[in-house]
C-alpha cells in the first residue's frame, strides 16, 4: 500500500497534468493567432516547472508525457506529440542539472531554450532539411524571452503558495 506521501504527490501530479494539458492547449490556440511558425508560448512549462522543484524529476517527466500525449491526441496533430515530447523531455532533464546551481528564472530561460532546440532537432530530422537551423537564432531569442516570463510567472505561483501547504505533499 502506498504511503500518504506518495498518493499525495500522484494525487498532485494527476491535477497537474491536467492544468498542464489545458495551458498547452490554450497555448497551441494563441500560437494560431501569431505570425510565428512553430511558435508557442510555453505556458505548460510553468507546471513542468512547479513539478519539478516540489515533487520532483520523476513526477515531472510523467506529467510532460502524459500532458504530450494527450495534447497530441486531443490537438488531433501526432507529429506536434513528437516535438512536445522530445522538447519537454529534453527541457526538463536540463532543468534539473541546474536545479541547485541556478535561481528559478535562469532554470526556467535554460529549459525554454533546450526546449527549442531540441524541436528545431525534430524538425531537422523529420524534414531532413538542415536549412531549418536558419531559424535558430529566433528560436534561442523567443525561448529566452519566454523562458524569462514562465520563470516570472512561477516565482510569482511559488510565493503565492504557503509553504507548509507545500511541505505537506513532500
Given amino acids: 500500500m502506498a504511503s500518504p506521501g506518495r498518493t ?6 494527476a491535477v497537474l497534468c491536467g492544468v498542464a494539458l489545458a495551458l498547452s492547449l490554450v497555448d497551441g490556440a494563441i500560437s494560431a ?16 516547472l512547479f513539478a519539478l ?6 513526477y515531472a517527466v510523467l506529467i510532460c508525457i502524459v ?6 491526441i486531443f490537438s488531433g496533430n501526432l507529429t506536434m506529440l513528437f516535438f512536445s ?9 536540463i532543468m534539473y542539472l541546474f536545479l ?3 535561481s528559478l528564472i535562469k532554470v526556467s530561460v535554460l529549459g525554454g531554450i533546450t526546449h ?3 524541436q528545431l532537432m ?8 538542415p536549412q531549418v537551423s536558419y531559424y535558430l537564432p529566433v528560436l534561442v531569442l523567443m525561448g529566452t524571452v519566454c523562458g524569462f516570463c514562465m520563470g516570472v510567472l512561477c516565482r510569482l505561483v511559488f510565493s503565492r503558495l504557503q509553504r507548509e501547504t507545500v511541505y505537506e505533499i513532500q
Fill in 8 to 13: 499525495s504527490k500522484f494525487i498532485l501530479s
Fill in 33 to 48: 493567432l501569431l505570425p510565428l511558425p512553430g511558435f508557442k508560448l510555453g505556458l505548460a512549462n510553468i507546471v513542468s
Fill in 53 to 58: 522543484y516540489y515533487l520532483g524529476a520523476p
Fill in 67 to 72: 500532458r504530450s500525449l494527450l495534447a497530441g
Fill in 85 to 93: 515530447l522530445v522538447g519537454g523531455l529534453l527541457s526538463i532533464l
Fill in 100 to 102: 541547485k546551481r541556478l
Fill in 116 to 118: 527549442n532546440l531540441a
Fill in 122 to 129: 525534430v524538425a531537422a530530422l523529420l524534414t531532413a532539411t
